[in-house]
């Protein structure tokens, strides 16, 4: 079995092995070393990356006790590994705050974590049961201040579950040796990651949503550098709206209420004044038998509120078009008793259309310029 260093010391960056076997897959080789601080991908944790005898390293995996390294080439005799370690410490904070937000979500409510995954930008923790957004407000508090207290970080190790007599979470049986990742006061969790040594070098964690998932919910949250990045990142983009609004940063919620209450109210009002347009237009119709309309102005449910006014002014055939030549037109075809369903089917063969709908009412959107619109009923006449 490969001698597991990052067990031991988590913070080791650089090490040397002697490579045992190094056998070509479909990726490149795989590389087994008898000792090894490169953590393999398990329990929700990615795995690290780096450098293995020169050779980048793709992937690590454990499978029966060996730990296997991806790698471009071969290797053999002695290497030296060098651990990304940037990516091995954010890995660290966030499974570390991950524990202690699952370690307070089960002593609070006895919700267990059924499902945990670290993306490459967030975190998501799947639980049993239902969390309100207010519940977790004082978990995230409680989170915090355990990393404001520098708690150290306990791992021990017991030949067997049966040797360990404390309580600890787990979300299965474990059979040989025990390892068990503790916060004194926050948590105890069965555990093979990488941590942090004190809670104080997860720096900060940051719950970002809860949504219902299954019969429990799914918890979204950033930790340590990630989260700074992110509120950072945040409050930029908070700044510029604000200044946008002319309010304050911290009342940019009542602007934003106040600038869509004010856009609703236009919206209102400049709808009176197209369906007072529209009227207007459809009079214009009266009395007419073949109405072709052009126009770049009306959306699709205008086009169609145009089309119903207008058939109370005439009987005849109304084509009415909206939209561009480089982005194509939406269309309705209507005439009071009529059929138009074979002319809806050559419209839209032969101006490369989609719709349809009832014998004497039709939409649908063409990819035609207005040229060709004219063309196609030109030629029915």
Same mark, same amino acid.
């Given at each position: 079995?490969? $001698?597991? +260093?990052?067990?031991? /010391? ?7 092995? *002697? ?36 050779? =980048? ?8 006790? #060996? ?10 005799? $002695? ?6 370690? %940037? ?11 991950e524990h202690l937000v699952s370690g307070l ?15 490459? $930008? ?7 049961? @239902? ?12 989170? /915090? ?24 979470r787990s979300k299965k049986e474990i059979e ?10 926050? %948590? ?14 997860? &720096? ?5 949503? @809860? ?5 429990? @919910?799914?918890? $979204? ?16 983009? /908070?700044? #510029? ?12 919620a009542p602007a934003v209420e106040r600038v ?20 207007? *237009? ?9 109405? +072709?309309?052009?126009?770049? %102005? +009306? ?17 005849? =055939?109304?084509? +009415? ?16 008793? &009529?059929?138009? =369903? ?5 419209? /839209?063969? &032969?101006?490369?259309?989609? &719709? ?26």
């Open positions: 079995m490969t $001698e597991k +260093l990052y067990d031991a /010391n988590a913070y080791l960056k650089t090490f040397t092995a *002697q490579v045992l076997s190094c056998e070509p897959v479909k990726d490149g080789y795989a590389v087994i070393l008898n000792r090894t601080a490169f953590y393999p991908e398990g329990g929700g944790q990615s795995c690290d990356l780096g450098v293995l005898g020169g050779l =980048r390293v793709t992937d690590v995996q454990e499978r029966g006790g #060996e730990v296997i390294h991806t790698v471009p080439g071969p290797l053999a005799g $002695e290497v030296e590994g060098v651990i990304d370690f %940037d990516r091995r410490f954010d890995l660290m904070q966030q499974h570390s705050g979500v089960h002593s609070r409510f006895g919700y267990e974590n059924v499902g945990f995954h670290m993306g490459k $930008e967030l975190i998501t923790i799947d639980f049993d049961g @239902v969390l309100t957004w207010e519940q977790l407000q004082d978990i995230e508090l409680a989170a /915090n201040r355990a990393i404001w207290a520098d708690l150290e970080t306990q791992i021990t190790v017991y030949p067997s579950a049966d040797a360990c007599q404390s309580f600890y040989g040796p025990l390892r068990v990742v503790s916060f004194p006061g926050v %948590d105890a969790c069965a555990c093979c990651g990488t941590h942090v040594a004190r809670t104080g070098e997860i &720096g900060l964690v940051k719950l970002l949503s @809860v949504v219902k998932f299954h019969q429990g @919910v799914r918890v $979204e949250l950033a930790c340590g550098a990630r989260a700074f990045d992110l509120l950072a990142k945040i409050w930029q983009q /908070n700044r #510029e709206i604000s200044a946008l609004l002319s309010a304050k940063p911290l009342q940019t869509l209450g004010e856009l609703e109210q236009t919206k209102a009002r400049a709808a009176s004044w197209e369906s007072l347009a529209l009227e207007r *237009q459809a009079e214009r119709w009266a009395g007419l038998s073949e109405i +072709l309309y052009i126009t770049g %102005d +009306l959306g699709p449910d205008s086009l169609r509120r145009l089309a119903i006014a207008a058939m109370e002014q005439t009987g005849g =055939r109304l084509a +009415l078009f909206s939209g561009s030549d480089e982005a194509g037109y939406a269309y309705v075809l209507a005439q009071q008793g &009529g059929d138009l =369903r074979a002319l809806t089917r050559a419209l /839209n063969e &032969g101006l490369r259309g989609r &719709g349809g709908g009832k014998p004497g009412f039709s939409q649908g959107r063409v990819a035609a310029t207005a040229e060709e619109i004219r063309a196609f009923f030109a030629a029915l006449v």
